[in-house]
């Protein structure tokens, strides 16, 4: 199976600073990589789709790159309501792998 | 409106069994791969399984392989988790959710929580 791997897995920024995560995929996945938002208690939330697609209702402060096994979530203005977990997912096969999660909090 | 509804969560103890339930409604149930995924506390979403639009193709995590079994009903617009030999790292909320071909998850239910305690 293909694991995806995440980094780093926590981080702690100031509000408008500019975020980067990565994710990597152990073999090629084209780019079927979904990135996800989920906050304490809530149902995780689509936010990047096809690797750099933005998910309709999300702030254009995210944005998506990459292709094959290389990936990254980048937040281009850090804001409160933005500390959550974020994960990468692949979706070309089952099983539907995860990142191991990225938490983003307000230094 | 598309809707997930999970049931069947509760406290059952280490070495026992439970029956999740998903009902599904606003969609063409029978058309559609359906996945179960978990939060365990603390700790980052799981894929458990995922069980292919006919029933007949089914996926477990290895953590879960040879304990759990997804099922689904067509007729009834349900999916199921067959979970035994349960141990307290099953302990976690469980999601399903739609799932559509070469696309992410489109729809989640609400998940329902399972306590694997003594």
């Known amino acids: 199976d293909i694991q995806m791997t995440q980094s780093p897995s926590s981080l702690s920024a100031s509000v408008g600073d500019r975020v980067t995560i990565t994710c990597r995929a152990s073999?090629?996945?084209?780019?079927?990589l979904a990135w996800y938002q989920q906050k304490p208690g809530k149902v995780p939330i689509l936010l990047i789709y096809?690797?750099?697609t933005l998910q309709s209702g999300v702030p254009s402060r995210f944005s998506g790159s990459g292709s094959g096994t290389d990936f990254t979530l980048t937040i281009g203005s850090l804001q409160p309501e933005d500390v959550a977990v974020y994960y990468c997912?692949?979706?070309?096969?089952?099983?539907?792998?995860f990142g191991q999660g990225t938490k983003v909090e307000i230094k | 409106e598309v809707q997930l509804v999970e049931s069947g969560g509760g406290l059952v103890q280490p070495g026992g069994s439970l029956r999740l339930s998903c009902a599904a409604s606003?969609?063409?149930?029978?058309?559609?791969?359906m996945t179960w995924v978990r939060h365990a506390p603390g700790k980052g979403l799981e894929y458990v399984s995922s069980?292919?639009?006919?029933?007949?193709?089914?996926t477990y995590a290895d953590s879960v392989k040879g304990r759990f079994t997804i099922s689904r009903d067509n007729s009834k617009n349900m999916v199921y988790l067959q979970m035994n030999s349960l141990t307290a790292d099953d302990t976690a909320v469980y999601y399903c959710?739609?799932?559509?071909?070469?696309?992410?998850?489109?729809?989640w239910g609400q998940g329902t929580l399972v306590t694997v305690s003594s």
């Open positions: 959710a739609k799932t559509p071909p070469l696309a992410p998850f489109d729809y």
């Open positions: 606003g969609f063409t149930f029978s058309s559609y791969t």
């Open positions: 069980i292919n639009d006919r029933g007949s193709s089914t």
């Open positions: 073999q090629g996945i084209s780019n079927y």
């Open positions: 096809g690797a750099s």
């Open positions: 997912q692949k979706y070309n096969t089952a099983p539907r792998t």
